[in-house]
């Protein structure tokens, strides 16, 4: 049985046009009404949702896919989190651990791991890699970052413990260590 199905994505369509409505609302505009069932002629959110559910439900065998596979994957992945958290201001936006416990946490998770199972590392290594040696420091500065939503994290649903299961993307560390923009 599949973890994730249709409801799924009739739920963030929901939420997302919900959020829609919010956005008119405050402009002075008459609201849009949306049919968020119709099945023959689905959104782009809705072609995004069905890709990352096929991923997320092991559909797509990793080892079998294109490079155009993994960029398409990973540009719906970004236009959904884009959907969830934009904000006016384009000002990242640092993602709640709860969110992680939610459906769709689990869907971006599994899909995030998916694509980039080999770029993800823990944050020892991470402080390592940046700092050039894994002390307790380091792997606070890498910790710092994570909270500022310099670095984004995925849990590792292998692990449990909620202290030990973040690992954060190895490209992005290492952008930020060329950069030096990694807290004191």
Do not use: C
Not at 100 to 113: C, D, M, P
Not at 144 to 162: F, V
Request: proline fraction near 6%.
């Amino acid at each position: 049985m599949a973890l994730f199905n249709d409801k799924l994505i009739q739920k963030v369509t929901a939420l997302i046009h919900d959020q829609q409505q919010i956005l008119h609302n405050a402009l002075g505009q008459s609201p849009m009404l949306a049919d968020t069932t119709d099945v023959e002629a689905p959104s782009p959110l809705q072609s995004d949702l069905r890709l990352l559910i096929q991923v997320a439900n092991g559909a797509y065998a990793r080892t079998h896919a294109t490079g155009a596979d993994v960029q398409r994957i990973e540009l719906a992945l970004q236009h959904l989190l884009a959907l969830l958290l934009g904000n006016p201001l384009q000002y990242p936006v640092t993602i709640p651990d709860d969110f992680w416990q939610t459906e769709i946490g689990i869907l971006v998770s599994r899909v995030r791991w998916w694509i980039s199972a080999d770029e993800l590392i823990t944050i020892s290594n991470a402080a390592a890699l940046a700092f050039g040696e894994n002390t307790q420091a380091n792997r606070m500065r890498i910790t710092r970052a994570m909270d500022k939503g310099q670095l984004a994290w995925i849990p590792d649903p292998s692990i449990m413990n909620p202290q030990q299961n973040k690992r954060v993307l190895r490209p992005q560390v290492e952008q930020l260590r060329d950069q030096r923009q990694l807290p004191e």
